[in-house]
């Protein structure tokens, strides 16, 4: 038995000592109410019946994760202060919430102290990008060092970094209704936007399986990726000038974008993680395997990690593509077109169900698995880049 | 799928047996699944349903046709991509029909009928003994698991009592629905195929149509019924048209679907965003259906709002010009130059003329409303300005040769100046190529016009030429002496070598004739006095306009004027076609689907999508526990197993062992933990 027994009791999943609900637990779900209703009395005449529904599905959805994982919650109350500030000081000097055009709010976030360096969409993503390569480098420093303090004070770096890009996209969310009522819309609608979901999801993903396996040594391999995601973005603000907040595309404007996007970036982001944990594996595997004095966590619990990452990536990854069928069947005539965009998401799920067959009915393990998990992220950024680089079709959001 | 069958020994099986094992294999099914990825990659890397010319020009004529025999350029309806896929669905269907009785079984089955050896050959087992009578001991350690999220059974058979428990039967019930979800959604798929269509073409009812024709000219052959279970297809109405049919791209040609109700379209409407991007698409739809209406249906559709009516969707998918009515002004440019002609155009009409022997045809193919550009503002800034209307017209010479042109109505205000643009390209893909013909002192193109036809005029030229003669003779008789009617030919010869091919023409000339130490100056004088008779009669046209003194502007006027006079060799027309106004007239592009598979493909991804879920989330683990009286007591032997090997199953069971510890107060004889 390779995992020691202390370690496994710890990690024990609530549900096996049943799952009693305390005061704490009461007081968030509370919370989660008053802010859905809120968020519903103060937005809805902008809602159609599907908005409200999916307001509601994602109370639900973040009432359940927050008792499920305990950290989230701390999390999203960090979040609503920083995007509740936002909220604040934007209504301070709009007081009417009208739209105002991008100049003038530009002037508004420069004269404003906590808009200018903390909780403008700017300067929220900005502090992520920071905090992304902070919580890298002192991952591995602390993998280095073989520092549980490091590697604390590097996933409180990345709780933030994940809390800022939070922050960031929901104040995008505002701002772009007070460019020009028309602009308004969720930020996930471009390339731009969508690198920040996916850095603050997967940054997310990763603290829950650090959490849960009980391991911070393989935060570094990790926030490598979201690192390298953060470097695209960063030159895609400033080479590219991508942050400026666009109108939708007719075919983007719809309900279904709220879900879908979403969804996918899970996959996305789980597939990413699976990957680098694969990158992990194969390097220990190269090293010599499992021994007495190891800096990463067992090869056995590498490998249980990332079956768990290609498991979540592949439910939320069929999830979305489901819905993104249903929602082209709405939008482009039918549910199935043979899109590039479509085709390699089928690309991309063919591969995992093929990975997902050998390990569970073939039972495969090992280094075989981990070579192709991370082939798989090759596959998966291709859908993800390589379609909207290099190949034309329906889904040309993204172009760069 | 399954790798139950494995390991059963192999006796002498007939073929069809060992053709169903190898069809339900798990090493076939990951092929196909990885034969499928491969095969879809094709279709994204070259481009699906593109007209063959296209190909052929890329491809050329051997691999064209290599790859047309191997369906290319139609990947996903290819037949052996379909073979492919319906091996999946066979083999995915085998799986669960050879599978699925057992995961029913094991869904429902609590087996006491364990023996104790082979629960001591589990990976996952302990033991015990404990003073405590086995028959008190076991509901004590049946409710222990069921805190645990088992199911419990007991039997007490002979000495022994067995407690079976069981939990997580859903995860069986997943690998069901996932598998048949698969299976569903590609059914679905198949009734959403073309498969009515092809298979009369197969029987030869069908033919394929390749011609350009107007959809009333398809003859019967090549039109499919209104009662074609599933197409997808396009038609473009116009404003105030309506259309009964759609057609279907077929390979390099198409048919005609036949609709049982005709669609017309009142209106088309795009909406702009302030920075020009178009906002939204709508159409306002009247469904004329005499059978199953009293009234026409009035509906509008938008992109993501589409109308489904009697299970036809009616999605809005495109937008064209739908033949609007453009009024033109023809300026000749050669024979009678600045004479004009109105002409009636319209957006796809065709106008043949004849001009100096010569044969000509206009074909007007688009009208834009709406002309964003990026244009640099006073502070330098790039800000995007509209242009305004414009008309984008062919004009075929007799060879069959074409050029494309793409004319303002409005002259557009640059650096303080007005001009009227006038884009032209040789070639489909090239970037177009401006004329930029000045509007005079009233906004109008007269004035332009009016000082090219003076430049045509023989008389005129041969009069300035005159006068600039007489002048020169005043004040250099030496020089004037030697100036004769040669001289006075020569230089109308150097308008007419301008108006024929500009600057560069006359450059060329002179490096013809003259040697090259003479060259310079010879080049300086011949400008000085082809810019002095442009200047003398762009005053003529001043005087005569009554446009009172010359001013800065005037002279930029005819800065401008001799820069497009310049450009016009290259312009390759003999007329210049000003719009002087119009009447839009939009067509919609609507796409039109009948896919009866989609619920049944929804109903898959339902099944496919609860299945994953149920199979990756709950775990399917079984456990038991042995009671038998032994000589120091009861001996408790726990062993449990998860259909999958997790490290999860690890921890509940090292935390169940440890409950039960707690329960049998006695220390462990022989913990002996998961080998």
């Known amino acids: 038995m390779s995992v020691p027994h202390d370690q496994m009791i710890d990690t024990l999943p609530p549900v096996a000592a049943g799952f009693k609900l305390r005061g704490v637990d009461y007081a968030w779900i509370a919370t989660v109410l008053l802010t859905t209703v809120m968020a519903w009395l103060q937005y809805r005449t902008h809602m159609d019946g599907y908005e409200a529904a999916i307001l509601a599905g994602s109370a639900l959805g973040l009432g359940a994760l927050g008792l499920w994982w305990k950290p989230f919650r701390s999390y999203s109350l960090v979040v609503g202060v920083l995007a509740l500030a936002a909220l604040w000081r934007y209504g301070t000097h709009i007081p009417g919430g009208e739209a105002i055009g991008a100049p003038a709010l530009s002037a508004i976030q420069g004269k404003d102290f906590l808009l200018k360096y903390f909780v403008s969409s700017q300067s929220a993503i900005m502090w992520m990008s920071a905090l992304v390569y902070f919580s890298t480098a002192t991952y591995f420093f602390g993998l280095l060092r073989r520092s549980d303090y490091i590697n604390r004070v590097a996933a409180f770096l990345a709780w933030s970094a994940a809390a800022f890009g939070m922050t960031g996209l929901l104040a995008r969310w505002r701002e772009s209704y007070l460019i020009n009522a028309d602009y308004g819309h969720i930020p996930v609608s471009n390339l731009y936007e969508v690198f920040i979901l996916f850095a603050v999801l997967t940054t997310l993903i990763y603290l829950f399986y650090e959490g849960r396996y009980r391991s911070r040594n393989l935060g570094g391999f990790v926030m490598l990726v979201i690192a390298a995601a953060i470097s695209f973005l960063l030159w895609y603000t400033f080479g590219r000038g991508a942050h400026e907040i666009q109108p939708l595309v007719p075919a983007l404007q719809s309900w279904w974008m709220k879900i879908h996007v979403p969804a996918n970036f899970v996959g996305y982001g789980a597939f990413a993680i699976a990957a680098m944990v694969g990158v992990a594996y194969l390097i220990k595997h190269q090293l010599g395997g499992d021994g007495p004095n190891d800096r990463l966590p067992k090869l056995e619990l590498l490998d249980d990690l990332m079956y768990k990452s290609i498991a979540l990536g592949f439910a939320f990854f069929t999830i979305a593509t489901i819905l993104g069928a249903m929602w082209a069947a709405e939008a482009w005539g039918g549910y199935w077109s043979w899109d590039p965009k479509e085709t390699w998401a089928l690309i991309v799920w063919l591969n995992y169900a093929a990975w997902l067959h050998m390990r569970l009915t073939k039972g495969w393990r090992g280094a075989g698995l981990a070579w192709w998990a991370v082939i798989g992220l090759l596959i998966t950024s291709f859908a993800f880049l390589g379609v909207n680089m290099f190949l034309s079709g329906l889904h040309s959001y993204g172009t760069l | ?675």
Not at chain 2, 363 to 384: A, T, V, Y
């Open chain 2, 1 to 675: 799928m399954s790798n139950a069958t494995a390991a059963r020994p192999l006796p002498q099986r007939s073929l069809s047996a060992r053709l169903f094992e190898w069809l339900g294999s798990m090493s076939l099914a990951v092929t196909l699944l990885i034969a499928l990825a491969l095969a879809s990659v094709i279709g994204t890397v070259l481009q699906q349903n593109q007209p063959y010319n296209a190909y052929l020009a890329k491809f050329g004529p051997f691999w064209f046709e290599v790859f047309r025999v191997l369906g290319l350029y139609d990947v996903y309806g290819a037949a052996w991509f379909i073979v492919i896929l319906v091996f999946l669905v066979t083999s995915t269907s085998i799986c669960v029909w050879r599978n699925a009785p057992r995961m029913l079984r094991d869904m429902r089955e609590l087996r006491t009928g364990v023996q104790e050896n082979s629960l001591r050959n589990f990976r996952h087992h302990a033991q015990w003994t404990s003073a405590t009578d086995a028959r008190a001991l076991a509901p004590t350690l049946a409710a222990r698991m069921s805190q645990f999220g088992y199911r419990t059974r007991m039997e007490t058979r002979d000495e022994h009592t067995v407690i079976a428990a069981r939990k997580g039967g859903l995860n069986r019930l997943g690998y069901i629905f996932t598998h048949v979800g698969i299976v569903v959604i590609c059914l679905g798929g198949l009734l959403d195929s073309k498969l009515y269509l092809q298979w009369r073409e197969a029987t030869g009812a069908l033919k394929v149509e390749t011609r350009d024709i107007s959809a009333s000219e398809v003859p019967p052959e090549s039109r499919l019924p209104p009662g074609n279970p599933s197409f997808r297809g396009n038609v473009n109405v116009s404003e105030g048209g309506q259309s009964k049919v759609l057609f279907l791209n077929v390979r390099d040609g198409y048919v005609v679907q036949e609709l049982p109700f005709s669609i017309e379209l009142k209106d088309f409407r795009i909406e702009h965003y302030d920075n020009g991007q178009p906002k939204s698409f709508e159409s306002d739809l009247l469904i004329h259906d005499p059978e199953h209406l009293n009234e026409p249906l009035a509906k509008t559709i938008a992109v993501n709002h589409p109308l489904i009516y009697r299970g036809f969707a009616i999605y809005q998918a495109n937008f064209g010009d739908g033949g609007s009515k453009i009024p033109l002004r023809a300026w000749q440019l050669i024979g009678e130059v600045g004479k004009s002609q109105e002409i009636e155009g319209a957006v796809f009409k065709s106008l043949g003329f004849g001009l100096m022997g010569q044969k000509y045809t206009i074909e007007i193919s688009d009208f834009r409303l709406f002309n964003i550009n990026p244009m640099e503002g006073k502070d330098g800034q790039i800000e995007q300005k509209n242009f305004g209307p414009s008309v984008v017209f062919r004009l075929r010479d007799e060879a069959g040769q074409a050029r494309e042109y793409e004319n303002y109505l409005a002259p557009v205000p640059m650096n303080g100046h007005s001009y009227f643009l006038s884009g032209m390209r040789e070639r489909i893909g090239q970037p177009m190529r401006f004329l930029y013909i000045p509007a005079d002192r009233d906004g109008r193109i007269e004035g332009f016009m009016g000082f090219l036809a003076r430049l045509h005029d023989r008389e005129k030229i041969t009069a300035i030429v005159e006068e600039l003669m007489q002048e020169m003779r005043g004040a250099t008789p030496d020089v004037a002496d030697k100036l004769d009617t040669t001289a006075r030919d020569a230089i109308v010869n150097v308008v007419d070598q301008f108006l024929a091919g500009g600057f560069d023409a006359i450059g060329r000339d002179i490096e013809a004739r003259v040697p090259e130490a003479q060259r310079q100056a010879a080049m300086d004088t011949t400008f000085r006095v082809l810019q002095s008779i442009l200047g003398r009669l762009y005053i003529q046209l001043h005087n005569e306009r009554g446009w009172g003194d010359p001013t800065e502007d005037d002279a930029r006027f005819l800065e401008d004027a001799v820069n497009a006079i310049n450009g016009l060799s290259l312009y390759g027309s003999p007329l210049y076609l000003q719009m002087t106004g119009f009447t839009q007239i939009q067509a919609s592009g609507l796409q039109i689907t009948r896919s009866p598979g989609k619920d049944v493909v929804y109903f898959g991804s339902l099944l496919l999508t609860l299945g994953v879920f149920m199979m990756f989330y709950i775990h399917h683990r079984r456990q038991w526990v042995l009671l038998k009286p032994g000589k120091e007591g009861t001996l408790v032997l726990l062993a449990g197993t998860d259909s999958r090997r997790s490290l999860d199953f690890e921890r509940e069971f090292e935390a169940l062992r440890n409950r039960m510890n707690e329960t049998l107060s006695n220390s462990p004889t022989a913990p002996s933990s998961p080998a």
